[in-house]
C-alpha cells in the first residue's frame, strides 16, 4: 500500500511519550509558547481543559503546527507519574506519588504504565475531547468461538467505554458469533477466515490478516487498533491510559527477577525472529498490543513478512508471532509499555504489586479447544 494511502484529513493523534517524556514541565511551559501556559499553576483543571478545545479545533482545522504542540505537551502532563497534573489529593485522583515498588519508565524513557500513575478522570475528558476510534482485532477460530460472548460482555463494561469502539471478530464459524447488546457508537464486525489444522498457523495468521486489513479498508475506520486474544475476559478498566503510537504489554511471566538470558526469544540464528543472547529489553505477550493504525501496520507487516520468509527457509519462530513482534519492539521500541495488569491468567496467583487485574487469559483444557490437541 502507498503510505499516502494511509493519511487522512481527521485529528493526528500522539503522545508525547514518544518524543520528550524526560523533560521537565518548566522546559514546555518555556518552549510552548502559549499564553495559557503561564496560567497552568494557578488554574491546572481548567487550564487543560483550554488546551484539549484548541488543540482539537486545531486539527480539525488542518495540520495546525500549534495545535500539534499543544497535544504533545498534554500528553506530557499525562505522562508524568510524580505528581498529579490538576493537583487533587491522592486518594481522589487515583495517583500513588510514592509507588516505588515497581519500575514507571523504561531506559529509553517510555512511560510503564501501573495502577496508581494516571489520572482516569483527566486522561478519559481529554482523549474523549479528541474523539478516537478504537479498533479490535480478534480471532475466533474453531472452538474459541465459545469465549466470544465472555469477551464482548466483559469489554462493553470495562474496555475503553464512553470511546467509539468496534470488535471485529475473524471467525471460520460466523453463526456462533452471539448478538450482544453494544452501547452507542460501539459494533461488532464479524469476517470470515479459513478453518486451520494447527493453532501455530491460527495465531501467526493474526499478522496477515491485520496486514490485509489495514492496507484495505481498516485504516480508513479506526486511528487505533489492538490486537487481542478472544480467550480473554476483562475485569476493570482498559482505557485511554493504554494510548500511544506504539503499546506493549509485559508477559506476567517475565516482568520481574528474569534475566534477559532467560527470555524466551528465539535463538536460532535460522529464524527471523533471532534475538541473542545478551540482547533485548523485557519480554512481551502477543496476547494484548496495540497502536496508532500507521505505527501498527508497519508492525504487523513486518512480522508477516517475517513468518513468510520463516516459512520459506523451513523454520518457525519458537513461539510464533510473539518472536517475531518482541523482535520489532527489540529494535522499534513501543512508545509506552503497560504492566502486566494489562494481560494476567487465570492460572497464576495475584501478586502484590498488581493491585488491578485488568484483562486476563482463561483456564482452559488446550488439548480440547486446539485443533492439533494443544501440541
Known amino acids: 500500500m502507498n503510505r499516502g494511502e494511509m493519511s487522512r484529513k481527521r485529528p493526528t493523534f500522539v503522545s508525547l511519550s514518544d518524543f520528550l517524556l524526560p523533560y521537565s514541565w518548566g522546559f514546555f511551559m ?20 483550554n488546551f484539549t478545545r484548541e488543540a482539537s479545533s486545531s486539527h480539525s482545522a488542518g495540520s495546525s503546527r500549534r495545535g500539534y504542540v499543544q497535544q504533545l505537551y498534554i500528553d506530557f502532563l499525562l505522562s508524568e507519574t510524580e505528581i498529579s497534573p490538576v493537583r487533587r489529593p491522592v486518594e481522589e485522583t487515583h495517583l500513588d506519588l510514592f509507588r516505588i515498588d515497581v519500575n514507571t519508565v523504561t531506559n529509553w524513557n517510555a512511560p510503564l504504565v501501573w495502577e496508581g500513575t494516571f489520572d482516569p478522570e483527566l486522561i478519559d475528558h481529554i482523549y ?12 475466533a477460530v474453531g472452538k474459541y468461538t465459545r469465549f466470544i460472548k465472555g469477551f464482548l460482555e466483559s469489554g462493553e463494561k470495562h474496555f475503553f467505554v464512553g470511546f467509539r469502539v468496534t470488535y ?37 495468521s493474526k499478522m496477515k490478516w491485520a496486514t490485509v486489513s489495514i492496507e ?21 478498566r482498559f482505557g485511554a491510559e493504554s494510548l500511544s503510537r506504539l503499546t506493549a504489554v509485559l508477559h506476567r511471566g517475565y516482568y520481574k527477577r528474569v534475566e534477559r538470558d532467560a527470555f524466551p526469544y528465539e535463538r536460532r540464528p535460522q529464524s527471523q525472529a533471532y534475538i541473542p543472547f545478551g540482547e533485548g529489553d523485557f519480554y512481551y505477550t502477543a496476547a494484548v498490543w496495540g497502536g496508532h493504525m500507521d505505527e501498527m501496520y508497519k508492525l504487523v507487516k513486518y512480522c508477516d513478512e517475517k513468518a513468510i520468509e520463516d516459512t520459506k527457509n523451513g523454520i518457525e519462530a519458537a513461539w510464533q508471532e510473539e518472536s517475531h513482534l518482541n523482535k520489532y519492539f527489540l529494535y522499534y521500541k513501543p512508545s509506552k509499555v503497560l ?31 486446539r485443533p492439533n490437541g494443544g501440541q
Open 339 to 369: 504492566s502486566p495488569e494489562y494481560l494476567w491468567s487465570d492460572y497464576d496467583e495475584v501478586p502484590k504489586d498488581i493491585r488491578v487485574v485488568r484483562i486476563s487469559q482463561l483456564v482452559k483444557n488446550y488439548a480440547e479447544v
Open 216 to 236: 484495505n479498508w481498516l485504516h480508513k475506520e479506526a486511528d487505533y487498533l489492538f490486537m487481542m486474544d478472544i480467550d480473554s475476559v476483562f475485569h476493570n
Open 30 to 49: 518555556f518552549t510552548l509558547d502559549h499564553p495559557s501556559a503561564a496560567g497552568f499553576l494557578c488554574h491546572p483543571a481548567e487550564t487543560l481543559k
Open 128 to 139: 474523549t475531547n479528541m474523539n478516537p476510534r478504537i479498533a479490535v482485532l480478534v480471532l
Open 168 to 204: 471485529y471478530i475473524f471467525t471460520d464459524k460466523k453463526e456462533e458469533v452471539p448478538n450482544i447488546n453494544l452501547a452507542p457508537g460501539r459494533n461488532v464486525s464479524v469476517l470470515d477466515v479459513p478453518s486451520a489444522n494447527r493453532w501455530q498457523d491460527v495465531v501467526l
